[in-house]
């Protein structure tokens, strides 16, 4: 008995990932837990509701989730004054039945704004108070609703052009560049346990576009605003190289104090498909779990969309797709199982 209660003693004293870094994981869930991080994907509201399939691999796989499109300002605020909040908060009640931390995505973006906003700018019968106005209404009422709900935020979206300049945008004009400091300091305000991020394309390997997030975030730093975060969306394609020095350019994020997180990933090709493109999409996959776990503060790995029967890819480029993890069917495809055997060094 003596023993018996020694060896548990024992057993119970190893911490977790210790021992289990001998067996390869299950399920990304199980991945993520070894590795002390969260893996994640975006969501397509309409497939959580009416795919008792997709929500079944959803729910099974992933410790995290962020909404494809239903935190966008055109969702929740369609019409002036008139929020539709179903489908955000389906999905963070979801989340919160299945153990899911949760990215809000995003609260300020040149794209998917109502009509009515960008109508009102254009035609100047919203002027720039009252945009202003609106901005610190729209982010205050939206990261208040889900406070305590959301793990992070994106607060600021692809503020920065490939070219190193800041993004023109009815933000910019009509506000100037402190508008950034502005929304960090209200999402700070309305949740203040919430982390903040900036959140960029193309930021795994473009020197311009990393030059000048890394320049915002020491000037927002040295005015005291609060930023925790910096989030790479990765999207990436075989037919491009794999940015080699993606883990460097999160080194210099994480020097700054930031945290760090993957959070659009998807790995596109030309189609037709073929095993030889599986392989590199599955080499690209393993190496950027690898890159972000080589990073202490690299908190979370998100895909943006497991399956590629929901994918943005096709619609957006032309003869191009099968970017996800699990092919249309959900079946795990090469880049799933290349995945499960990342470990951390
Ligand atoms: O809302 C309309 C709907 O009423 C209509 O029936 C339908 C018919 O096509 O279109 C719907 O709008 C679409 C919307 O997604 C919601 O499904 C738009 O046409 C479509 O352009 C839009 O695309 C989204 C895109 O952002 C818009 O920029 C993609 O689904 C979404 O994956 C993509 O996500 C972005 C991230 O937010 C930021 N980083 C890049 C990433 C990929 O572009």
Not at 219 to 237: E, N, R, T, Y
Request: net charge negative; with cysteine.
């Amino acid at each position: 008995m003596k023993s018996l209660i020694i060896a548990l003693a024992l057993v119970a004293a190893v911490p977790f990932p210790a021992h289990a870094e001998h067996r390869t994981p299950r399920d990304l869930r199980e991945l993520a837990y070894q590795n002390g991080i969260r893996i994640g994907s975006a969501v397509d509201i309409a497939a959580l509701r009416s795919e008792d399939d997709y929500r079944k691999v959803l729910n099974r796989e992933f410790s995290h989730v962020t909404a494809e499109n239903a935190m966008k300002w055109e969702s929740v605020e369609p019409e002036r004054g008139v929020f539709t909040w179903g489908d955000a908060d389906a999905l963070v009640d979801n989340a919160r039945r299945n153990n899911q931390k949760v990215r809000g995505h995003t609260l300020v973006w040149h794209n998917q704004l109502p009509a009515w906003l960008t109508t009102g700018v254009e035609n100047g019968t919203i002027d720039a108070a009252e945009l202003r106005d609106i901005l610190r209404d729209h982010v205050t009422t939206q990261v208040r609703r889900y406070k305590g709900k959301i793990r992070a935020w994106d607060v600021v979206n692809e503020v920065v052009n490939d070219d190193g300049t800041m993004r023109q945008s009815i933000w910019l004009t009509h506000l100037g560049p402190g508008y950034i400091a502005d929304v960090f300091r209200w999402a700070h305000r309305a949740d203040p346990h919430a982390k903040l991020y900036i959140n960029d394309y193309n930021l795994e390997w473009n020197a311009p576009k990393i030059e000048t997030t890394l320049s915002i975030v020491k000037d927002l730093q040295a005015q005291g605003v609060p930023i925790h975060g910096v989030g790479f969306q990765g999207h990436l394609g075989i037919q491009y190289d794999y940015p080699g020095d993606w883990a460097n350019v999160m080194k210099r994020f994480a020097d700054l104090g930031l945290e760090i997180a993957v959070t659009e990933l998807d790995v596109r090709m030309v189609l037709p498909v073929t095993p030889e493109k599986l392989a590199t999409q599955a080499d690209y996959y393993r190496r950027a779990l690898t890159d972000c776990l080589s990073v202490k503060v690299c908190r979370e790995f998100t895909v943006w969309g497991f399956t590629d029967r929901h994918s943005w890819v096709p619609g957006w480029f032309d003869g191009e797709g099968a970017a996800c993890l699990l092919d249309e069917n959900l079946a795990p495809k090469p880049a799933y199982h290349a995945l499960l055997t990342v470990k951390k060094a």
